[in-house]
């Protein structure tokens, strides 16, 4: 028997790779706080009302589209997902669809959604929408791809016989980690394409900016030195003022 569970709130690390952004940063873009209790103050708890399940769609979580799927204001009924202990689908994998109108055809996987257990394969499963509509014109009809679960749409395929297939992972003797064909217990590599982000197709080929990028170079060198003072006291050290008062004690209730 299968189990579901309601959406979480954790964007899939596929996902937090593949922006290539801090997942600090991706988690403020797409969260939705509507009270937070202000902070350094010690009679205020450590409290915030927000948004703790979220609607992930094929927009990226950081996107505007995204955070429009998931106003307030919007009611959409539930999706449940089933837990995927090992995730086993990469960008670039040649998977074979198993159901509807292209069921048994082969295509290349051109995007991961995780959080919903999908992947949308190039040119198939497509349906046509008809974008730019509004009273003065008609609009254009375009084809896109809609996902496909990776638990019941789509499978692995076999780099011998060129079937679909089920797949375990396995290690090697070096202690590598791989995915093996059920089949005929050939070893499936994970593509290039899946370490692919929106900044390069490849690690290797990356060219560092010196303007905008931290050079690997300099990463391990330290850039600031904290210390324990105000920004007044800073002030009062690049202009040679020198404070000879004693401070008034202050209490907190």
Do not use: C
Request: hydrophobic share 35%; proline share 6%; no cysteine.
């Amino acid at each position: 028997m299968r189990i579901f569970t309601y959406l979480s709130k954790k964007v899939g690390d596929l996902t937090v790779k593949y922006s290539n952004l801090p997942e600090s940063y991706i988690k403020r873009s797409y969260e939705q706080v509507y009270w937070r209790n202000p902070k350094g103050y010690p009679q205020y708890p450590a409290a915030q009302i927000a948004r703790k399940k979220f609607r992930f769609t094929t927009h990226r979580p950081w996107t505007g589209p995204f955070a429009r799927q998931n106003e307030r204001t919007t009611m959409r009924k539930k999706v449940f997902i089933e837990p995927i202990k090992e995730w086993s689908f990469f960008k670039g994998d040649r998977v074979e669809v198993m159901v509807g109108k292209d069921k048994g055809k082969q295509g290349l996987v051109i995007q991961v959604i995780q959080e919903r257990n999908w992947v949308i394969v190039e040119g198939l499963n497509t349906h046509l929408r008809i974008v730019g509509k509004d009273k003065n014109f008609p609009g254009i009809v375009v084809q896109s791809e809609a996902p496909l679960l990776v638990t019941t749409g789509v499978k692995l395929v076999d780099p011998e016989s060129l079937n679909s297939t089920d797949i375990e992972w396995r290690y090697t003797e070096d202690g590598d980690k791989v995915r093996v064909s059920k089949s005929s217990s050939r070893i499936i590599p994970i593509p290039k394409a899946a370490g692919e982000t929106i900044d390069y197709k490849s690690k290797e080929l990356y060219i560092e900016n010196v303007d905008k990028d931290t050079l690997a170079v300099d990463a391990a060198k330290i850039s600031f030195t904290p210390k324990l003072r105000t920004f007044e006291m800073d002030i009062m050290e690049e202009m040679n003022i020198k404070e000879d008062r004693t401070p008034a004690k202050s209490y907190w209730y």
